[in-house]
Structure formats: structure tokens, C-alpha cells
């Protein structure tokens, strides 16, 4: 892949992808690690503001359109018809410490797997899941850690990425 640290945070809607991850990242900025955070959605985004001089610019055609204002910047990148691969996505980082992953459960790269005993669903654990993050025990011989313990997580990612 690329020499950045990647972890994916993967599981079923609802399993609590999204609150995890806001935890850990705050724990890991709070440790003084430059944190990248990369979601996968299955619904079309749209960031740009349609009207804006930006909007207008993309969509007379322009591939890559860069908004920028003092505080930050979004690159919007057009991919019509070629969905963007993984790898990809993970080289537009920069500086970072950590890259966090949400999402992309098929993918080939080291994941924590999110399961709650509410949502009903069968297990989901492939040969590149290091963990579970549960809200219960589990019949499994991967490590599972408490869902509700952030920290525990952190420390684990930590352990994991950093063993060297």
C-alpha cells in the first residue's frame, strides 16, 4: 500500500462505526497524533453548493476543483464511470499519523470489526479483521475489545500499528 499507518473501522449500519471513531480520534489527537479520517458512504455525495462559483466550475466540466479559504480546503475530484480504489483515496493523505478507515469492509487491510448484540446480525470477520469491538462477549479467537472503552481500542490500534 503506502508507508501510512491505515486501521479500518468496519460493521453493519448501526453497529456504531461513526461514534467509535469520533472517540478515537479525539483520544489520538489528545496523544498528539495527526489523524486522517476516510469514509465510505454508498449514497452519491455532494459538497460543493450548487450556485457557487465552485458548483459552476465542476460542472461545466472541470475534473478536480480545489476550494480553498483560510481555515481549510476541499479537493472535489470528478470519477465518472471508475469508482476510485482504495489505494487511491489512501495516497491523497499527507502528514498524517494515522489513517482511519471507515467502511470498505471487503477491502484487504487490517480492520476492527464493530458488532452490537441489538442489531441482530451474524458476525462479519474475514482474514484481515484483528479485532472485534463489541458490546458483549463473543465465541471468537480474535481479540474482542469493549465498544464502550475507546481507550481500550486506542491502545490496541497503538499496539498494533506501532509493534515494531
Not at 4 to 9: E, R
Not at 41 to 55: A, F, L, N, Q, R
Not at 67 to 73: G, I, L, M, Q, T
Amino acid at each position: 500500500m503506502n508507508k501510512q499507518k491505515i486501521i479500518g473501522i468496519s460493521g453493519y449500519s448501526g453497529s456504531g462505526k461513526t461514534t467509535l471513531l469520533k472517540k478515537i480520534i479525539t483520544l489520538l489527537v489528545e496523544q498528539n497524533f495527526k489523524v486522517g479520517s476516510l469514509k465510505h458512504t454508498h449514497h452519491d455525495i455532494e459538497v460543493d453548493i450548487p450556485g457557487k462559483d465552485s458548483y459552476q466550475l465542476r460542472k461545466a466540466g472541470s475534473l478536480q476543483t480545489i476550494v480553498a479559504c483560510d481555515e481549510r480546503y476541499a479537493v472535489i475530484c470528478e470519477t465518472p464511470n471508475k469508482p476510485t480504489d482504495l489505494i487511491t483515496l489512501i495516497n491523497q493523505f499527507n502528514d498524517i499519523d494515522i489513517i482511519l478507515i471507515e467502511g470498505f469492509k471487503h477491502e484487504k487491510i487490517p480492520k476492527i470489526i464493530c458488532h452490537r448484540k441489538a442489531n441482530k446480525k451474524a458476525l462479519y470477520i474475514d482474514e484481515f479483521t484483528i479485532a472485534v469491538a463489541s458490546d458483549g462477549p463473543l465465541e471468537t479467537s480474535l481479540p474482542v475489545l469493549d465498544i464502550n472503552q475507546p481507550i481500550q481500542i486506542v491502545e490496541f490500534i497503538k499496539s498494533y500499528l506501532f509493534k515494531q
